[in-house]
């Protein structure tokens, strides 16, 4: 008779599953990772010490390589960076690649993107694997019922030798959301609402699961947002329990499983949720239909508010640290207790970032931008998250629709997230942007960003200030 396991998150049952060694009481386990992405900007020195120490990579067949980070995206695809330091990165990692056997998407691959696009319209992220990389942001594959975390330079070297990383177990945290998502209000939205309430390090030693009846609703691009962003509220790791959209999407994707392995793959991840009773060690409610379209104020993702507030004052907070982060940031942003959001005017207006640059997202942007056209005095881009959807949104007819506006319609790349490229905003420019975070320099040096979703973007962006896009398309 087997012995009565005692109830265990889904977290719990993935980490376990992989583990390959416990190694003390607290916590700590050698772990194995069934798949490993790589980019220009985060992997070089590891590949130098692998070199230095004469050492193989051990299982060259489960890393992909992608260009993303450094890379231009300007309209005509170029294979090269803006810069040398950027043009050595790419030319480093595609010696490497060469050397290890490792497969790279590089800038004249057709299936080119930021690395948490390309991943899983590859179908390479498979509910039940554990996923690392050198990017906060791989918490996105939680959204398919994997579990991704990122990794620092000398883990990604170890990694790569190895197959395996020295990994420490964390406290679990349930979000539930519940309720109807309200006109123009989206997983972004959501989101931003989650990390406004907890704090920009409220998750801070969790991994969090999300759960209920709004999560259920949403479509798998959708949740993919969620599960990025869920680092900016400190977590080193998101997920979903994996469902019947996630097995819609994954069917048929180029590297998912075919055949009698579908059936069989599917039948094992209909197992992959927690137990009913499991026990996690913090919970959060959320009740969807109280948000509104959000927007950023300040230099962290967790100084958001609605679309119909104001910016907040410091005399209104209890403790001596809120009030001078609040100064701080109203310093940085120029903005002044009281102000109005929708008064705020901008500069450009970007739309892309690992986030949100999915074709869902620009079908929603599509729909605000149709009959209208960019502000006076403010430069407008759009970034796909990789050349298919690209390809994808030309061929629906997306991109006219954006041209048509005033956007520049660019090749893929992460741009304007993190101003590591040509795209790079100019001390004192305001940006209505699309992308996860909003510290100070983010967009580029003196440059302010306020985070909303795309349709906020689009509807700021053909208005000239921030706007609430529900006003705008019902016509009040």
């Given at each position: 008779m087997k012995p009565r396991t005692l109830p265990r998150t889904l977290y719990d049952k993935i980490i376990d599953s992989h583990t390959v060694k416990t190694?003390?009481?607290?916590?700590?386990?050698?772990?194995?990772?069934?798949?490993?992405?790589i980019n220009e900007y985060t992997s070089p020195q590891a590949f130098s010490g692998l070199r230095d120490q004469n050492r193989e990579v051990w299982r060259p067949a489960t890393t992909l390589a992608v260009v993303d980070h450094v890379n231009s995206t300007e309209p005509e695809r170029v294979n090269f960076s803006p810069d040398e330091s950027g043009a050595n990165q790419m030319k480093y990692l595609a010696e490497n690649c060469e050397k290890y056997g490792i497969e790279l998407f590089d800038l004249l691959d057709k299936r080119q993107g930021i690395e948490h696009v390309v991943a899983p319209e590859q179908g390479l992220v498979l509910p039940g694997m554990v996923i690392a990389a050198g990017d906060s942001h791989t918490t996105t594959y939680g959204a398919l019922g994997a579990f991704g975390f990122g990794i620092g330079t000398s883990e990604i070297e170890h990694l790569l030798a190895t197959q395996t990383l020295?990994?420490?177990?964390?406290?679990t945290m349930r979000v539930s959301i519940n309720g109807a998502l309200g006109f123009g209000v989206t997983s972004k939205d959501l989101i931003?609402?989650?990390?406004?309430?907890?704090?920009?390090?409220?998750?801070?030693?969790?991994?969090?699961?999300?759960t209920g009846s709004t999560i259920s609703s949403l479509s798998v691009e959708a949740r993919m947002t969620i599960c990025n962003m869920a680092v900016e509220a400190g977590a080193r790791g998101a997920y979903m329990a994996p469902d019947d959209k996630v097995f819609d999407y994954l069917q048929g994707k180029p590297r998912a499983p075919e055949g009698p392995l579908w059936a069989k793959a599917v039948?094992?991840?209909?197992?992959?949720?927690?137990?009913?009773?499991?026990?996690?060690?913090?919970?959060?409610?959320?009740?969807?239909?109280?948000?509104?379209?959000m927007v950023s104020w300040g230099?962290?993702?967790?100084?958001?508010?609605?679309?119909?507030?104001?910016?907040?004052?410091a005399e209104q907070l209890a403790t001596y640290h809120e009030k001078t982060a609040i100064e701080k940031a109203q310093k940085y942003m120029d903005l002044s207790a009281g102000t109005r959001f929708a008064d705020i005017t901008i500069t450009h207006a970007f739309i892309g970032s690992c986030t949100n640059s999915r074709i869902e997202d620009l079908r929603q942007v599509a729909e605000v931008l149709k009959g209208r056209h960019v502000a006076k005095g403010v430069r407008a881009i759009l970034v796909p998250g990789s050349s298919l959807v690209r390809q994808q949104a030309e061929e629906e007819?997306?991109?006219?629709?954006?041209?048509?506006a005033g956007f520049e319609w660019r090749q893929s790349g992460c741009s304007l997230c993190l101003a590591?490229?040509?795209?790079?905003?100019r001390p004192g420019e305001r940006c209505a942007s699309s992308t996860n975070r909003n510290f100070e320099g983010r967009q580029g040096a003196g440059a302010r960003t306020h985070l909303m979703s795309p349709a906020m973007v689009a509807a700021a962006a053909v208005t000239g200030h921030l706007t609430d896009v529900r006003k705008l398309v019902r016509g009040e």
């Amino acid at each position: 008779m087997k012995p009565r396991t005692l109830p265990r998150t889904l977290y719990d049952k993935i980490i376990d599953s992989h583990t390959v060694k416990t190694l003390d009481d607290d916590g700590h386990v050698l772990l194995y990772i069934d798949r490993h992405i790589i980019n220009e900007y985060t992997s070089p020195q590891a590949f130098s010490g692998l070199r230095d120490q004469n050492r193989e990579v051990w299982r060259p067949a489960t890393t992909l390589a992608v260009v993303d980070h450094v890379n231009s995206t300007e309209p005509e695809r170029v294979n090269f960076s803006p810069d040398e330091s950027g043009a050595n990165q790419m030319k480093y990692l595609a010696e490497n690649c060469e050397k290890y056997g490792i497969e790279l998407f590089d800038l004249l691959d057709k299936r080119q993107g930021i690395e948490h696009v390309v991943a899983p319209e590859q179908g390479l992220v498979l509910p039940g694997m554990v996923i690392a990389a050198g990017d906060s942001h791989t918490t996105t594959y939680g959204a398919l019922g994997a579990f991704g975390f990122g990794i620092g330079t000398s883990e990604i070297e170890h990694l790569l030798a190895t197959q395996t990383l020295v990994y420490k177990r964390l406290k679990t945290m349930r979000v539930s959301i519940n309720g109807a998502l309200g006109f123009g209000v989206t997983s972004k939205d959501l989101i931003m609402a989650v990390i406004q309430m907890i704090g920009s390090s409220g998750a801070t030693g969790f991994v969090m699961e999300f759960t209920g009846s709004t999560i259920s609703s949403l479509s798998v691009e959708a949740r993919m947002t969620i599960c990025n962003m869920a680092v900016e509220a400190g977590a080193r790791g998101a997920y979903m329990a994996p469902d019947d959209k996630v097995f819609d999407y994954l069917q048929g994707k180029p590297r998912a499983p075919e055949g009698p392995l579908w059936a069989k793959a599917v039948e094992a991840w209909r197992e992959l949720k927690s137990d009913n009773d499991a026990q996690f060690d913090m919970q959060v409610d959320l009740d969807a239909s109280t948000i509104e379209p959000m927007v950023s104020w300040g230099i962290s993702p967790d100084q958001s508010s609605g679309i119909s507030g104001v910016v907040p004052s410091a005399e209104q907070l209890a403790t001596y640290h809120e009030k001078t982060a609040i100064e701080k940031a109203q310093k940085y942003m120029d903005l002044s207790a009281g102000t109005r959001f929708a008064d705020i005017t901008i500069t450009h207006a970007f739309i892309g970032s690992c986030t949100n640059s999915r074709i869902e997202d620009l079908r929603q942007v599509a729909e605000v931008l149709k009959g209208r056209h960019v502000a006076k005095g403010v430069r407008a881009i759009l970034v796909p998250g990789s050349s298919l959807v690209r390809q994808q949104a030309e061929e629906e007819g997306l991109a006219d629709i954006f041209t048509a506006a005033g956007f520049e319609w660019r090749q893929s790349g992460c741009s304007l997230c993190l101003a590591m490229n040509d795209d790079v905003l100019r001390p004192g420019e305001r940006c209505a942007s699309s992308t996860n975070r909003n510290f100070e320099g983010r967009q580029g040096a003196g440059a302010r960003t306020h985070l909303m979703s795309p349709a906020m973007v689009a509807a700021a962006a053909v208005t000239g200030h921030l706007t609430d896009v529900r006003k705008l398309v019902r016509g009040e």
